[in-house]
C-alpha cells in the first residue's frame, strides 16, 4: 500500500485553518455553521473569550480602584508620619528624665530619684505604646501601596485582554470573508504574541494580589499586638 505524504504547504494551511477555526469557535456568533458536531478542541484557546464590553468594565473598575487607593495612600502616609513625630517626642522625654535622675543621683536627691525612675518607667510604657501604633502605620501604607500596585497591574492586564478579544474578533470576521488581509501564518502568530503578553499580565496582576493579602495579614497581626500593650498598660502590668 503506498502512503501519500502532504508537502509541507498543505500542512502549514492546514494548522492556519485550524488555529482560525478555533479563534471562530471561541468568538460568541462567529462559529461558521455546521451539520455536524465540531470536531476542533476548543481548549486551544488558553484565555477565555469575552465580550469586550465586560473587559472594558473591568478596566474601569481598576482604574477606579488605583484613584481610591491612591487617595488612601496619601491618608496612610500622613498617619504614618505622625506615629514618627510621636515616637521622636516620647523619645527625648526619656532622655530628659534620664537627665534629671543623673542629677539627682550626682546630688543625693533619693526621693527624687525614685520619682524619675517612675516617670521613666511610665515613660518608656507610653513610647512602648507608640511604637506599635507606628508599627501599625507602616503595614497599613505597606497595604495600600500594594492595592495600588494590584490595581495598577490589574489594568495593564485588562488593556491586553481587551486588544486580545478585539483581535478575536478581527480575525473572526477576517476569516469569515475567506479574503482576509493578512497571511494566515502571520494572523496567527500575531494572536500568540499578544496572548503570550496578556498571559504575563495576569500573572503580574496575580502576584500583585498576593503580595496585598500578605500584607493585609500582618496588618492584622500589628492591631493584634497593639491591642496586647494596650491591656498590658490598662491591667498595670
Do not use: H, W
Amino acid at each position: 500500500m503506498k502512503l501519500t505524504v502532504p508537502n509541507p504547504g498543505s500542512l502549514n494551511r492546514s494548522v492556519g485553518i485550524l488555529f482560525l477555526v478555533v479563534v471562530c469557535a471561541a468568538v460568541p456568533g462567529l462559529a461558521p455553521a455546521q451539520t455536524a458536531a465540531p470536531t476542533v478542541d476548543t481548549n486551544l484557546v488558553i484565555i477565555p473569550t469575552r465580550s469586550p464590553d465586560a473587559v472594558q468594565a473591568d478596566i474601569d473598575n481598576a482604574q477606579k480602584a488605583k484613584s481610591d487607593a491612591d487617595v488612601r495612600r496619601s491618608v496612610a502616609q500622613s498617619l504614618k508620619d505622625a506615629s514618627d513625630a510621636k515616637v521622636d517626642v516620647a523619645e527625648k522625654e526619656i532622655e530628659v528624665i534620664d537627665k534629671k535622675r543623673d542629677l539627682a543621683k550626682k546630688e543625693k536627691r533619693d526621693a527624687d530619684v525614685a520619682a524619675f525612675e517612675i516617670q521613666k518607667t511610665a515613660a518608656r510604657q507610653a513610647k512602648d505604646l507608640l511604637e506599635r501604633q507606628r508599627d501599625l502605620r507602616q503595614a497599613e501604607l505597606d497595604v495600600v501601596k500594594a492595592e495600588v500596585d494590584f490595581a495598577s497591574a490589574a489594568k495593564a492586564a485588562y488593556d491586553l485582554e481587551l486588544q486580545l478579544m478585539k483581535k478575536r474578533l478581527e480575525l473572526a470576521k477576517s476569516a469569515g470573508s475567506g479574503n482576509p488581509e493578512m497571511p494566515l501564518a502571520a494572523l496567527q502568530q500575531a494572536m500568540r504574541e499578544l496572548e503570550g503578553r496578556t498571559l504575563k499580565a495576569q500573572k503580574e496582576m496575580a502576584d500583585k494580589q498576593t503580595t496585598t493579602s500578605e500584607r493585609q495579614e500582618s496588618v492584622i497581626e500589628r492591631r493584634l499586638k497593639l491591642f496586647e500593650t494596650q491591656s498590658k498598660l490598662s491591667s498595670g502590668k
